[in-house]
């Protein structure tokens, strides 16, 4: 089944999964420069092997998994590490594209061992907007409200998963020598590929789960930035406010008034009531809190006529003074050091 091309194809998908390894593998940031090369030549590598495979056409749902050969195999894990790398993009202005099209690889894959029949998994449910009357019939149908048993079903179905997969990689590590090597039989080469297709499965549920699950979030952070654009009123600017001198009562307003003639006086309650006319007080539209005023209001009282008393007296006092000095010289009455 294999072609001319075949080894050509090989050394394309091994120089690829290499490069995805090295990624992986690395202590680097993922948006590092050295890393995003590594995934974009990969992806190169990997795009290209695919390509050659498509037009061999390697697979075919008329047959058996029997009659694959053991070297073509390993061409069933393209879709599965062309959606690893393609995940591995740090694009964020793309991000819900390459969620999208690493989504369709990791579907592709699975379909393909569904075909034949490597491993025993339900499709994952296809998402609304690429849904196919194909997807519908084989998917499983998800349920329209949230269901104990299922989610209880779901855990152990992914706790399984995780334990045949672990139980895979020991077997891979076992073999995974004489594979590399070049020194392995035919039966070994095949069970190799066989058991990494069946750890690409387990590992392509996962990520299709948390692709999900992505998308809906970026879909959700989305709208709520439409609609809060949308939704959020302008704000009329607010008149600008002449300079006045705040003072307290009006007996101030007299005093400072003949002072600075060109500035204007207000007391607090003439403040007050002007800002609650415009409306720009900051309890103004805010519903105040149950409480009892009659004390509080009572306080407040006592504490102004006290203010207004003591005002009252000082006001008066330099009057006085003022009257003093206007009929007494400086240093009247100092005695203290005449002789």
């Not at 894990?77 to 995940?87: G, H, N, Q, R, S």
């Not at 949308?230 to 307003?253: C, E, V, Y």
């Not at 007299?254 to 720009?280: E, I």
């Not at 008393?309 to 000082?314: K, V, W």
């Amino acid at each position: 089944m294999a072609a001319e091309e075949a080894p050509k194809l090989s050394e394309l998908l091994e120089r690829g999964w290499r490069e995805l390894q090295e990624v992986e593998a690395s202590n680097e940031p993922l948006n590092s420069r050295q890393l995003q090369d590594k995934v974009k030549g990969g992806l190169t590598l990997l795009e290209e092997a695919k390509r050659g495979a498509d037009q061999l056409q390697l697979f075919s749902r008329n047959e058996e998994l029997e009659e694959v050969a053991s070297a073509d195999l390993k061409f069933f894990l393209l879709p599965a590490l062309l959606a690893t790398l393609t995940l591995k993009l740090n694009t964020p202005s793309k991000r819900m594209d390459q969620l999208q099209a690493a989504r369709i690889y990791f579907m592709d894959f699975l379909r393909s061992c569904k075909d034949y029949n490597v491993g025993t998994f339900h499709l994952p449910q296809p998402r609304e907007d690429s849904r196919t009357e194909e997807d519908t019939e084989q998917a499983v149908p998800a349920p329209t409200q949230p269901n104990l048993i299922a989610m209880a079903t779901h855990r152990q179905a992914k706790i399984e998963r995780y334990k045949q997969k672990m139980e895979v990689e020991k077997r891979l590590v076992s073999i995974a020598g004489l594979v590399q090597s070049g020194n392995a039989e035919d039966e070994q080469v095949r069970e190799f590929y066989l058991l990494q297709i069946k750890k690409w499965i387990s590992t392509s549920l996962d990520e299709v789960e948390s692709i999900d699950h992505e998308m809906e979030l970026l879909k959700s952070r989305e709208t709520m930035k439409q609609t809060g654009e949308s939704s959020q009123p302008r704000r009329q600017p607010r008149p600008a406010m002449k300079p006045f001198m705040l003072i307290r009562d009006s007996a101030q307003a007299k005093v400072f008034g003949a002072g600075y003639p060109s500035l204007p006086t207000m007391t607090v309650d003439d403040w007050y009531r002007q800002h609650q006319r415009h409306g720009v007080l900051p309890d103004q539209g805010v519903p105040q809190r149950a409480v009892d005023h009659d004390a509080e209001e009572e306080q407040k009282a006592e504490q102004e006529k006290k203010v207004e008393e003591e005002d009252e007296t000082s006001l008066q006092k330099a009057r006085d003074w003022d009257e003093w000095k206007d009929t007494h010289r400086r240093g009247y009455g100092n005695r203290q050091n005449m002789g």
